[in-house]
């Protein structure tokens, strides 16, 4: 009998879709992946297996281990390989090249974000920033058009500390993109 019939902790996506794309649930991946001793493998060794014993594709090879992992308490949610990850997203009444004019001018970005200290390190317009920020941490914002003067942009943190962090990080995010919709939306 395997150590349990299912995740203890929400798996990364459900059973159905697990099962639709792989071949097979939850509980069974956790029984194979048990049995060929994963619990001890680091987790490229496990993707490595999922894809080359089981034909899973590469993004779904990376769902089934990491929902093994975290089964297993082997990895925390939001949890990644080089630290824990936070994302944040706001949908804007504005076009995207002003929604991402917000970010890129200093002037304009300070009245939503203050005086944050960082570094953008790639900048392609109206499309994404790459930044490191004060913290060390990384920081990828995307923008999109959502339609006719609709946009909206996807901030994702990596290389954050810990659990904490993720929780402090989506609590910034938030109320600064909240702010960022009230002065693109209000002016």
């Not at 920081?139 to 659990?163: H, M, Y």
Request: hydrophobic share 40%; proline share 3%.
């Amino acid at each position: 009998m395997s150590k349990a019939r299912s995740p203890a902790v929400e798996p990364p996506v459900g059973d159905a879709a697990v099962r639709a794309k792989t071949g097979k649930s939850w509980a069974e991946w956790l029984d194979v992946l048990d049995a060929a001793g994963a619990a001890k493998m680091g987790h490229r060794a496990i993707v490595e297996h999922v894809a080359e014993r089981y034909g899973v594709p590469g993004w779904w090879a990376q769902t089934v281990t990491v929902g093994y992992e975290r089964a297993r308490g082997l990895r925390e949610k939001h949890q990644t390989a080089t630290g824990f990850s936070a994302n944040a997203s706001k949908t804007v009444a504005t076009p995207v090249a002003r929604l991402y004019a917000a970010w890129a001018e200093g002037s304009l970005r300070r009245r939503w974000l203050g005086a944050a200290k960082f570094t953008i390190r790639k900048a392609t317009p109206s499309t994404s920033l790459r930044i490191t920020w004060g913290d060390g941490s990384d920081i990828e914002v995307l923008f999109s058009a959502k339609g006719a003067g609709k946009s909206q942009v996807t901030v994702q943190s990596r290389r954050l500390a810990d659990a904490a962090a993720v929780t402090r990080t989506k609590a910034f995010w938030k109320k600064r993109l909240d702010r960022l919709e009230e002065l693109l939306e209000g002016s």
